[in-house]
């Protein structure tokens, strides 16, 4: 079973064709033809079913059959996470991220960063594959590289945490994330962050957390985040 | 701050050389001199910190300054997981499983299994660097391939898990794992267990479990797995 998406679908949408990519794709690669059932998301929440009217390579066009709307959670978890100097790296935890579930991603450069420049429309192309192969109804929302100070400035609500290593008094985050809540979750870079970032981060409401004993990489600190959260919210 | 390895130390060694490569890194790559202190394990709970006495690149020296006995953790983590089609994938999860915490693997062809052979010296070499990463004193064990029927025939004890994806009732695993108490867990390739490996596991005592509502890959699950047990076990 696969999922496929299109951003323009709406709860009215009663006929639409793919775009050449998408329907290159499905009739050429997938070889689905007349009549075949898909299974199309919208990102924002809408799960239609759909049947193939017209198996044009280039222009794919379906009838929808059915319609679900998948309910929001009721959190939302929003990862700021300090780019890897490897990006590979990076783009595995935008992957797990989005299998697991996070909500919105926002890419932030600390005093430490090395890497300070990011491929933002690839990153929205593996969250996209992501959300498809783990058969999602909404898109993780990223948005482009900021200074963390910057970050900081900005009005934030909900659960606000700091991940750091320093040697200072800490929670742990699995006690600490409150279920159905907003929720946001610093990761510092490899060097993490310096005294001032996390004393800063606290200063603006950020409680500084701890995530097990173990020394994590930044993009492991990130899944296991991401992990807590979706464990605390899951049923 | 970086931790090396040596897997011949023992609780009475007060002088030892390192082989040359870890030798050539040290003294080459790292640059370390005589007099400068090193943090190093056995990978069976020592940790020792050594002053090296003699900067040979092909083989470096130190003297035991200190010694310090890690507790094994209660539980004891046994991961059995089908190696995925693309092998980093499977190295993705070797190295974040040893991150998070994890204490034998056991990779396991079944039914559906696309992928046949590993590279056991590959995989380990992963898991060491990790450990070291990690900053961790023991090394999870790694054993060689095996297929999931010879698997299940062995002996095994504490709480025994599967995580599958077909539709019948299963328990959840964030609520079914027991603290301080050996875990093993199966995960499936690709194309999950087939409906027979799930019944004959079922047979042999092991709890069909899901971790959520999303489709996770076989590296996803099993790491989400790994953060599972390490968040019930950590404190």
Redesign the interface.
């Known amino acids: 079973m696969q999922l496929f998406y299109n951003a323009e679908l709406t709860g009215n949408t009663s006929l639409f064709s793919f775009d050449s990519a998408e329907s290159k794709h499905i009739v050429k690669v997938l070889r689905r033809k007349i009549n075949d059932e898909l299974l199309i998301t919208n990102g924002k929440g809408l799960m239609l079913s759909a049947k193939i009217i017209d198996d044009n390579p280039k222009k794919c066009s379906v009838e929808v059959t059915g319609i679900k709307k998948v309910h929001p959670q009721k959190h939302w978890l929003h990862m700021v996470v300090a780019p890897t100097k490897m990006n590979d790296r990076f783009e595995?935890f935008l992957e797990?991220a989005t299998?697991?579930?996070v909500n919105e991603i926002t890419p932030v450069i600390c005093q430490r960063s090395e890497r300070k420049t990011i491929k933002l429309e690839r990153y929205n192309k593996v969250i996209l594959s992501a959300m498809k192969?783990?058969?999602?109804a909404y898109l993780p929302k990223l948005n482009d590289l900021i200074p963390l100070d910057e970050f900081l400035e900005k009005p934030a609500e909900g659960s606000l945490f700091i991940a750091h290593c320093e040697n200072m008094e800490k929670y742990?985050l699995?006690r600490s994330v409150i279920p159905d809540s907003p929720t946001t979750i610093l990761i510092g870079p490899e060097g993490d962050f310096s005294t001032a970032e996390i004393k800063k981060a606290i200063s603006k409401g950020y409680m500084p957390v701890s995530m097990?004993?173990?020394?994590?990489?930044t993009e492991?600190a990130a899944?296991?985040a991401c992990?807590?959260v979706?464990?605390i919210n899951?049923?």
């Open positions: 595995w797990k299998e697991i579930g192969q783990s058969f999602q742990e699995k097990g004993k173990n020394r994590l990489r492991t899944i296991v992990t807590t979706a464990m899951n049923g």
